[in-house]
Antibody, heavy 118, light 107 residues
């Protein structure tokens, strides 16, 4: 069974760093991309970027380029989304999803709620 | 980036109604479009992919059509469990942009 299990909710202060995770199981991690999607409170879905663990190819939406870093550890089938200096505007639910090249995201994680508040 | 414009942004309907949601792409995306349903505090759930292919397990009252720049999601007879927010997303090119969403509320 394909599963993406995300790390738990986080409460951080502005300026702090954070790394959230998305652990994959039930399929070959190297052969599917992991996409990250942001959903701010009461708002729509935003595509942030993806990583293809097979060759570590990583792409970002222009809106998120330089704001976050996407990475993966193939040895433990886990993808990451990280910030070096959080802002209040980073408060959102973050979802990871599996995507095959040329196809749609088909399996989603349960989401990680990140709250940034002083 | 390809812009996805969804309409309407919200609608009120009754159980049994036929509901239609439209998604327009700013440039041609062939049939590389997926429709999602999202309920509060839940991850999006794929309903239709490749513009008109029904995901396994999704009721047949959901259907999709279109190609190029104009796409439609239709719910033939709205059921109580269908009150939710619906999003389109193009996966023709990066970034995989989403429409703004359509909230389907009870009349």
């Amino acid at each position: 069974e394909v599963q993406l299990v995300q790390s738990g909710a986080e409460v951080k202060k502005p300026g702090e760093s954070l790394k959230i995770s998305c652990k994959a199981s039930g399929y070959s991690f190297n052969t599917y991309s992991i996409v990250w999607v942001r959903q701010m409170p009461g708002k729509g879905l935003e595509w942030m970027g993806f990583i293809y663990p097979g060759d570590s190819d990583t792409r970002y939406s222009p809106s998120f380029q330089g704001q976050v870093t996407i990475s993966a550890d193939k040895s433990i089938a886990t993808a990451y989304l990280q910030w070096t200096s959080l802002k209040a505007s980073d408060t959102a639910m973050y979802y990871c999803a599996r995507q095959s090249p040329g196809s749609r995201p088909d399996y989603w994680g349960q989401g990680t709620l990140v709250t940034v508040s002083s | 980036d390809i812009q996805m414009t969804q309409s309407p942004s919200s609608l009120s309907a009754s159980v049994g109604d036929r509901v239609t949601i439209t998604c327009r792409a700013s440039q041609a995306i062939s049939r590389w479009l997926v429709w999602y349903q999202q309920k509060p505090e839940k991850a999006p759930k794929s309903l239709i992919y490749a513009a008109s292919s029904l995901e396994s397990g999704v009721p047949s009252r959901f259907s999709g059509s279109g190609s190029g720049t104009e796409f439609t999601l239709t719910i033939s007879s709205l059921q109580p469990e269908d009150f939710a927010t619906y999003y389109c997303q193009q996966y023709n090119s990066y970034p995989g942009t989403f429409g703004g969403g359509t909230k389907v509320e009870m009349k």
